[in-house]
């Protein structure tokens, strides 16, 4: 198919006409499908089952600890769930705090803590004039939430196919004290799939902020969650900034939101010594401990990281045929006609996919009428604005995939229209398509 | 036996050396008893083990509400989980949170968003030169420190037997803007065992406030935790105000905690409409939702409020002996010799005593040196401070009764020696005790 950017307007309002009836056919239908979230689908849940009744009531108090699950205490967690997620982390067990169910809700804790107390004694940024996040984009929008409801500034950075553009960060963090953080999700990356190369993770562990209380959100949400053999390798970003000195501008973050139950994990973060001891002072007056029975259901059920790895080679032999059903449906569409690129991630739970600039919205608009729901055209970047109107998050692991396919075959069609209607408008000028990250 | 201030010098240091012996003798056993906090026994925490291997794969994904609880969303939790703590908090299940495994938790975000973002529109607490507590003492501790934490100044409340002192309450509350909150356990109070008459709850519902935002933190932690058949009433709060337009001025708390598992329960929250919605709107940044599984586990094992006072039953059927063996000791003990008071409450889960005042530090310094832990003493107001220097909250529930018993004598030989000393000190001055408020 030639690119449609070569045609003429009359070639290309005939081709529209047909995508047309095509799209009508399919809205005649009602469809109401959601591509919209990273969720698992019901399958990918029915794998941990065997969690669910796999405690006896000697399990419950004869744990490494000699301590009664069912009762209060244990502030940090469980050792054996320290354990675990200190090797998943790859930080000693004593540096690893076990939360709740929800790995952003620690994330929103640490920043309410440093809004409100500070770290290591610096001053809250309550009472700074200006607090500032670097965002690499496109990101994860619930990271986004969270600064803007706390008021922090948020300031784009590039991403390319080995992380966020790193004299960018390097520049801003050294030059800008009032750049207190950055959110990073360095493995199979939200929504890009990019996983950080490791001069990129060597350079973050080499920074020297303006700011003594910067400390970068290494978000690992997706450490374990590779869609095949093929696999991307992220260097120890806590490793490498210990060996200078830098340990302290870290934190690390987990959960099994998508190896368990996504309602229903157990979250996790670590950081140094000092970090730990700064966060349990505030922390033991919040809560005297976190669901400590679901730690130890998840430690009997995952066992250690081999097993866990295990599990998750279950998850992918489930979501891979959906990514590679979206995929080949967008080569097979799109190909050629020089109106969109997107990722190939080798893990992770999303493909990102860039229109023409300006199209984005309109595709997201037209699917929503057709019944498909998209994740908000926009809600990849700070405050829900994508600068060039372009990329949309594509979420696959949700839908059955026949849905999926349905919802995907609605969507190039979508991407076509869009595409041509912005051609026949901006006839006068040369419309381009960014390169994808990692295409 | 004769009261102590009635003897002289001669007779007291002769029933001193007698006790010393006796104490030294418990010294020499090197006991490590715990009686320092609220936590249930293993043998209450059996009582739930049915709970942990309740839930069948059908369960997970055929709710009231058709949702998967494996996976993300229902920020504000599962109907069922609604329906029942609002029944228990009486109100509407419509205006329920569950949150997590922590009421406190939930105490304490609800403090820090309003030190953060304000409540319904108002300025943020932050913003303000001073925001002050009141709180009702004795009291919880670790409502205590959440205040502490976040700098918010406490006034000490005295409470009698049907409450705090509400002349006190309205008069600071009409009075004085920078007063924001009111800690209050309105229901067999920790640790004085006092629920408040239908009297004070109504003054309660009526108080209009200086502050817009003023709100009642009513933690009912202990709402269906009665000792014997005997029980007490707590009017229901929330209805009260709503009969005067007051229904924003109330936050309601509860937890299974002393239910089912201290470490692996369900909270919740309630609230009018419009406070309801304030606090998702910020909730909804903060976490994806909670942990529904254990929140259908509960619903599924407890099914309603009567089989839940059922299951209430089992406890106190291990507690009131508990609560017996301590009351019996200390009458048998310290009757007549006017050292001392104590509470007879009729739930929860303390026996709030007071000794002459000045005695409390060297009663809790006696029993630490002799391996007794009590709740540190001071604990039981703001800033540890006891400016009498005579409650000690003692919690018969967690140590086997044998331990508790020993815990006991050796407790009563302490008071007896604290008190001596300080009738020896003070032989030139009149020393009281005070009225114990459900004595």
């Not at 699917?367 to 729901?373: F, L, Q």
């Amino acid at each position: 198919m030639a690119a449609y950017n070569t045609m003429s307007v009359e070639q290309l309002t005939e081709i529209k006409e047909q995508l047309q009836k095509e799209y009508d056919t399919f809205k005649a239908q009602g469809l109401k499908l959601d591509m919209s979230r990273g969720k698992p689908g019901r399958d990918q849940l029915d794998l941990s089952v065997g969690m669910m009744n796999n405690l006896t009531s000697d399990d419950l108090v004869t744990t490494a600890s000699g301590a009664d699950t069912r009762n209060y205490g244990m502030l940090d967690g469980i050792p054996e769930a320290k354990e675990l997620f200190g090797q998943l982390l790859g930080v000693d067990a004593s540096q690893v705090i076990i939360g709740g169910n929800s790995s952003l809700n620690m994330m929103y804790d640490t920043i309410a803590r440093a809004m409100q107390f500070g770290i290591l004694g610096s001053t809250p940024w309550n009472k700074l004039d200006k607090v500032k996040f670097l965002c690499p984009v496109p990101g994860y929008d619930r990271h986004f939430a969270i600064c803007e409801l706390f008021g922090i500034e948020m300031i784009n950075i590039a991403m390319d196919e080995n992380g966020p553009d790193m004299d960018e960060v390097e520049r801003l963090v050294s030059s800008d004290a009032s750049v207190k953080g950055i959110w990073c999700v360095p493995k199979y990356s939200n929504p890009t799939g990019v996983t950080y190369s490791d001069e990129v993770v060597k350079r973050f562990a080499a920074l020297k902020p303006a700011a003594k209380d910067f400390r970068i959100f290494w978000d690992n949400a997706y450490c374990v969650h590779h869609l095949g053999e093929e696999q991307d390798e992220l260097l120890n970003l806590y490793e490498e900034a210990a060996k200078n000195g830098n340990e302290n501008i870290v934190y690390l973050f987990a959960s099994t939101s998508k190896v368990t139950f996504s309602g229903a994990g157990v979250a996790a973060m670590a950081s140094s010594p000092a970090n730990f001891k700064d966060i349990l002072q505030k922390m033991t007056i919040q809560t005297i401990g976190y669901d400590k029975i679901n730690q130890l259901r998840h430690c009997k059920f995952l066992k250690n990281v081999e097993m866990l790895q295990e599990h998750m080679r279950k998850h992918a032999a489930l979501i891979k045929p959906k990514f590679d059903a979206v995929l080949d449906t967008l080569s097979a569409e799109l190909d050629g006609l020089g109106i969109a690129s997107w990722s190939h991630p080798k893990g992770g739970y999303f493909i990102s996919f860039d229109t023409m600039d300006g199209c984005a919205e309109r595709v997201g608009q037209l699917c929503k009428e057709a019944g498909v729901v998209l994740t908000p055209v926009g809600a990849t970047f700070p405050y829900g604005q994508d600068p060039n109107n372009r990329n949309i998050r594509i979420a696959p692991t949700f839908p059955p995939i026949g849905e999926l396919q349905q919802a995907l075959d609605l969507f190039c069609i979508c991407v076509k229209i869009a595409s041509i209607e912005h051609i026949i408008q901006n006839s006068d000028v040369i419309c381009t398509i960014p390169d994808q990250v990692n295409a």
